[in-house]
């Protein structure tokens, strides 16, 4: 049989490949909810599947680690500093300030500067560093928003208010006189009364009222007495002339009858 075939043809036939052609007569295959497999097919998957061990449930990549905050050296000195300042200085003033151009917050610093006061300004946790376990610890509560301080070796609360009311975006929030915490409404009552110089004047002068008072009233009855004596004697004075007058009369009218 293989003699009949030529062997040109023969090799053409074995080194052809058969041609296949698949066709599907179903419908497209749904890739999110695919088909049940064969009850014994399914058995097979579920043996062969493969099983990891679990991880354990303690470590979890979302979880927080703890963080040692490193406090910076820096912050403890400007703290040191602010204690300074509040401890050192007879008046302090406590102001809210709010958006405020570099320029004019430099044109107030040369106003307060001009007037031997220093403006500064701190952040909340240096201000907390400075005063907490301390005799300021109250004015902590002030500074949850942006605040500035003014620093000044004198109390010239009137000079301080002078000067802030050309700058609007400073709000008074409250002041310390003297180691004294006051409001607003004290810490203006106290711009308003005199200074030290004046009240010890009028001091002075109450002093003096009261002593000289004292003396007069020490010599209001010697001085009475005196009075009514020499009314007294001024009426005998009178009384005596008065009586004298009528006999110097009529002597005269009895030296001119006789003429």
């Given amino acids: ?3 009949l075939i030529k062997p040109e043809l ?14 599907r007569f179903r419908a497209k295959i749904n890739i999110q909810r695919p088909r049940q497999p064969h009850y014994e097919r399914a058995r097979v998957i579920a043996v062969t599947t493969p099983r990891y061990p679990e991880p354990p449930k303690t470590t979890n990549c979302f979880e927080k680690k703890s963080r040692t905050v490193q406090e910076n050296p820096y912050n403890d000195i400007i703290a040191r500093e602010v204690y300074n300042w509040l401890n050192n200085s007879k008046m302090v003033g406590i102001f809210h300030i709010n958006s405020i151009k570099s320029d004019d917050y430099f ?14 300004q701190y952040g909340q946790k240096i ?9 300021f610890e109250a004015i902590l509560p002030l500074f949850d928003a942006q605040t500035c301080l003014v620093f000044s070796p004198e109390p010239r609360v009137s000079q ?3 000067i802030t009311r050309k700058i609007p975006q400073m709000l008074l929030l409250a002041g310390i006189v003297d180691d004294t915490l006051l409001s607003r409404n004290e810490f203006m009552q106290y711009a308003q009364m005199p200074g030290l110089q004046s009240a010890q004047a009028e001091l002075v002068q109450t002093l003096n009222m009261a002593g000289a008072t004292l003396v007069q009233n020490l010599e209001a009855h010697q001085k ?9 004697a001024k009426s005998d004075s009178e009384s005596s002339d008065a009586a004298s007058k009528p006999a110097a009369t009529s002597t005269t009218n009895s030296e001119e009858s006789k003429n």
């Fill in 1 to 3: 049989m293989s003699q």
């Fill in 10 to 23: 023969f090799h053409q036939l074995k080194r052809s490949n058969p041609l296949l052609q698949f066709q």
């Fill in 160 to 162: 301080l208010l002078k």
């Fill in 127 to 135: 201000i907390r560093k400075a005063v907490e376990g301390n005799r």
């Fill in 107 to 120: 044109d107030a610093r040369v106003l307060l500067h001009k007037q031997n006061m220093q403006l500064k």
């Fill in 224 to 232: 009475n007495f005196v009075n009514i004596l020499d009314v007294y």
